[in-house]
């Protein structure tokens, strides 16, 4: 079946310093993946979208220079968080799809910061 | 925001009770799909309803869609414990790989 690993599943860093987190796809191709940050209050923000071989689109809000973002096969794709703060808190989930409507999350990437 | 409700609302029911989850959204979409979040863990899809379709059943669930109010239900029958966890709507952007997420219910089904 379709899975998706995400790591690490939790980091505690620093006040300004930075996170980096991966997905995996194993067993589709994952053409796109979409990264997700979900609040304490379970509230969903996405972040971006990225598709093999097409520039990625980055929500209002969220960019490039924050949150950059890799996705150089169809099995993986990772994101760093940029000089975090207390307000980029959360879960990061990484949703994956292949061709159909159907997204296969991770279990997430919990950042907490200090 | 794509969606009409925007804090998460919770449920406590006892096991073996039918169920019924509200959504409503705003803005136009082809599909809505319906997920289910357990503690510690990553939304997984249930269901996904397409706008030509006013009702989908997989086991113990169905989804309903009406466009015209721009709401969708999803009901469980005889809920067991298992099912205790956080369920999402989500409707697709403009772009269709695009899911947006509503608020959630929480439900909780006491054994």
């Known amino acids: 079946g379709a899975l998706v690993y995400q790591y690490p599943r939790r980091t505690i860093c620093k006040s300004g310093t930075s996170m980096r987190m991966e997905c995996q796809a194993v067993?589709?191709?994952?053409?796109?993946v979409a990264w997700y940050r979900q609040s304490p209050q379970k509230t969903f923000e996405l972040i971006a979208l990225?598709?093999?071989?097409?520039?990625?689109?980055?929500e209002q809000n969220f960019t490039q220079e924050k949150f950059p973002i890799s996705h150089p096969n169809l099995s993986f794709s990772s994101m760093t968080v940029l000089n975090a703060y207390l307000e980029d808190r959360g879960l990061y989930l990484c949703?994956?799809?292949?061709?159909?409507?159907?997204?296969?999350f991770g279990e997430g990437s919990r950042l907490i910061v200090v | 925001s794509q969606w009409g409700e925007e804090n998460l609302q919770a449920l406590s029911i006892q096991e073996g009770e039918d169920v019924t989850m509200n959504c409503s959204y705003k803005t136009y979409t082809t599909v809505v799909q319906w997920y289910r979040q357990k503690s510690g863990k990553g939304p997984a899809q249930l269901i996904l309803?397409?706008?030509?379709?006013r009702e989908k059943r997989s086991g113990r669930l169905r989804a309903t869609l009406d466009t015209s109010s721009q709401s969708s239900s999803l009901s469980i029958t005889g809920t067991l414990a298992t099912d205790t966890a956080v369920y999402f709507c989500?409707?697709?952007?403009?772009?269709?790989?695009?899911?947006?997420f509503g608020s959630g219910t929480k439900l909780t089904v006491e054994p």
């Open positions: 990225s598709t093999v071989n097409s520039a990625i689109k980055y």
């Open positions: 949703g994956a799809q292949n061709s159909g409507n159907t997204l296969y």
């Open positions: 309803i397409r706008s030509n379709e």
């Open positions: 067993g589709f191709q994952a053409t796109s």
């Open positions: 989500a409707t697709e952007g403009a772009n269709y790989n695009v899911l947006y």
